[in-house]
């Protein structure tokens, strides 16, 4: 099992940046892949990002390409998305998730139901 803790969320105008991290506990970190999801106010929640646990492969939205990146560090223990450009519809609770699988194939199963574990959010807010 894993915990996982968000955290760099914040206040940034339309074209800033943030870097957002997501801190996983547990030794068996490296087994993992993990993504980044986003759920705006009134709406679902739906896929940013997504690392494999190789960290060979990685798998965007189309919102977010070649605006973000996710990186993985299993030093740290520890997954990124670097957010450049923002727009005021990034807005929105970020949540980091893991799945549990040893294939990087698995890193394109974008809905919420290919994640075991939740993070609790961080909150992006970009004004316009």
């Known amino acids: 099992q894993v915990q996982l803790v968000e955290s760099g969320g914040g206040l940034v105008q339309a074209g800033g940046s943030l870097r957002l991290s997501c801190a996983a506990s547990?030794?068996?970190?490296?087994?993992?892949?993990m993504g980044w999801f986003r759920q705006a106010p009134g709406k679902e929640r739906e896929f940013a990002a997504a690392?494999?646990?190789?960290?060979?492969?990685?798998y965007y939205a189309d919102s977010v390409k070649r605006r973000f990146t996710i990186s993985r560090d299993d030093s740290k223990n520890t997954i990124y998305l670097q957010m450049n450009s923002l727009k005021p519809e990034d807005t929105g609770l970020y949540y980091c998730a893991a799945y549990l699988s040893s294939s990087d194939s698995y890193v394109y199963c974008s809905g919420t139901g290919c994640y075991e574990y939740w993070g609790q959010g961080t909150q992006v807010t970009v004004s316009s």
């Open positions: 690392i494999s646990r190789s960290g060979g492969t990685t």
């Open positions: 547990g030794r068996t970190f490296s087994r993992y892949g």
